[in-house]
């Protein structure tokens, strides 16, 4: 068995769909089982009605469901239709984003309610697709074997439910006909719908992969693999032929969006290989994740980057560090539930990112009660990644060489060693990756680069 999960775009459209039909097809000896994303930008398009209706806005988000109605009835009637459905599943949407208007109130699970719908619709356009196209599918509800905690928008799996789940249900059905499911759904023991988060389509295809034993797991997307570099915002990169569990997940975390960071969990623990690969161009090989590493001449694997980061200084009032002070910093931020990135020390402060700010005023208030803080929005955190870097020397010298008088605000070697990162202005960050390219990537180890 195989899983295979296809993004957004890989599933924008009818055209789109019949193209995953032919790349299943192709596999169909090899007992796939299909995870596919909400189609297109569906889900910020559930998201922007949500806004709509709690700001007040009702038409507008009248509107815009309506929209988003017409285009799954129109899509899906290019395969086969699937009206009564479609309209039933819009119907409810409709007076769940009503009720919330009504209400005022958005709460994490009801943005799951409605954000769910997305992978709801486009797992039953696929199945009805498929079969249409010629392919035995059914489809499998993902509310019914994906099993989460109730912490929703951002709700972690029950492994060992869910993978008895799989094992029971999914498994025997996939030995059949080719199991469709949605992705980045789920539901909390008590059987209210819940969601692992923004592109969280990549780690349900990887609890499923480990759930049923399967020999391989897919992540089909909108590029030809793992690329050396960000393609929004370098677009001279080359493919990664092959990389490393541990690699991958580093990328993932500093912002290669390709990969959700939580893939690699479930895969590492079964010891299944990922691979990335293109829908729009399947012949190409992709890129192979898995716990091996091939030994590799460049010491860099990929440069990844995160924007829209706030950098935060904190200066100890006292002119030294009292014992006690850096866990009092970090006892703020985790009682807001605001996760830091990368931290550097001095002798008497700290700086450190956060990519969520939403709470950052309330931190910066308690903070500001033993030290003093200042913050700078508007920076990106640039990566380098390779399991190389931590036995090959100048690889630092090699950074600031290549960046000139670009302003590093901050460096920070990761406890892993296999990255090295470091902090500089937004307007900066295209500049930084081109030069960083340039410096690692002139020449390529043929055996881990295309
Ligand atoms: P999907 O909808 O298939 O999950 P995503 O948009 O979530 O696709 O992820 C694919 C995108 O990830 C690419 O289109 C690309 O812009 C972005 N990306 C960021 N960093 C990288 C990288 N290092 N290699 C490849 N793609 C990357
Ligand atoms: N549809 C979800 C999102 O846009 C999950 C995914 O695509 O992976 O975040
Ligand atoms: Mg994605």
Redo the contacts with the bound molecule.
């Keep these: 068995m195989i899983v295979m999960k296809?993004?957004?775009?890989?599933v924008e459209s009818a055209h789109a769909i019949e193209r995953v039909a032919g790349i299943v097809r192709a596999r169909r000896d090899r007992q796939p089982v299909v995870v596919v994303?909400a189609m297109g930008k569906t889900t910020n398009k559930l998201l922007a009605i949500t806004d709509a209706a709690i700001q007040g806005r009702r038409e507008e988000s009248m509107r815009l469901l309506g929209e988003l109605r017409d285009f799954h009835l129109a899509e899906a009637a290019l395969v086969g239709g699937l009206d009564e459905a479609i309209n039933e599943h819009f119907q409810e949407l409709s007076e769940l984003v009503q009720g919330i208007g009504v209400l005022g109130e958005l709460t994490p699970r009801s943005i799951d309610a409605v954000s769910a719908y997305g992978e709801r619709l486009s797992s039953l356009i696929v199945a009805q697709a498929f079969n249409h196209f010629g392919l035995d599918a059914v489809h499998a509800d993902s509310r019914k074997v994906i099993v989460t905690d109730n912490r929703h928008t951002q709700a972690a799996p029950q492994y060992a439910e869910t993978y008895r789940r799989l094992e029971a249900t999914v498994a025997p059905l996939a030995q059949e006909r080719v199991v469709v499911m949605g992705g980045f759904i789920g539901s909390t023991e008590e059987g209210v719908t819940s969601t692992l988060g923004r592109?969280g389509?990549?780690f349900t295809a990887s609890i499923v992969g480990a759930g049923i034993n399967a020999e391989e797991i897919q992540?089909?997307?909108?590029?030809d693999?793992?690329?050396?570099?960000?393609?929004?915002v370098f677009k001279g990169?080359h493919r990664v032929k092959t990389i490393s569990f541990a690699e991958a997940a580093e990328?993932a975390y500093f912002?290669?969006?390709?990969l959700h960071p939580a893939t690699v969990i479930p895969a590492i623990e079964r010891d299944i290989p990922v691979l990335i690969l293109n829908s729009r161009r399947p012949e190409v090989p992709g890129t192979r994740i898995s716990r091996e590493t091939v030994a590799s001449k460049n010491p860099v694997k990929?440069i990844?980057c995160k924007k829209k980061i706030t950098l935060v200084n904190i200066a100890s009032s006292r002119m030294f560090m009292a014992h006690g002070f850096l866990r009092r910093i970090f006892e703020v931020f985790d009682r807001h539930e605001t996760s830091v990135d990368m931290i550097a020390t001095s002798e008497v402060s700290v700086s450190l990112t956060v990519d969520n700010p939403a709470r950052l005023e309330a931190v910066c208030r308690e903070l500001g009660e033993f030290a003093e803080v200042s913050t700078e929005p508007g920076q990106a955190i640039v990566c380098l990644v390779g399991e190389n870097i931590r036995y090959t020397p100048g690889v630092a010298a090699g950074v600031f060489g290549a960046l000139g008088d670009i302003n590093v605000r901050m460096v920070s070697q990761g406890a892993s060693l296999l990255n090295l990162g470091f902090v500089v202005a937004e307007a900066d960050l295209a500049a930084t990756v081109e030069a960083l390219h340039n410096r690692f990537f002139a020449e390529l180890d043929p055996a881990v680069f295309d």
């Design positions: 296809f993004g957004g775009t890989s994303s592109g389509s990549d992540i089909w997307t909108d590029v693999g793992m690329l050396t570099a960000d393609p929004t990169g990328l912002g290669a969006k390709v990929s990844a």
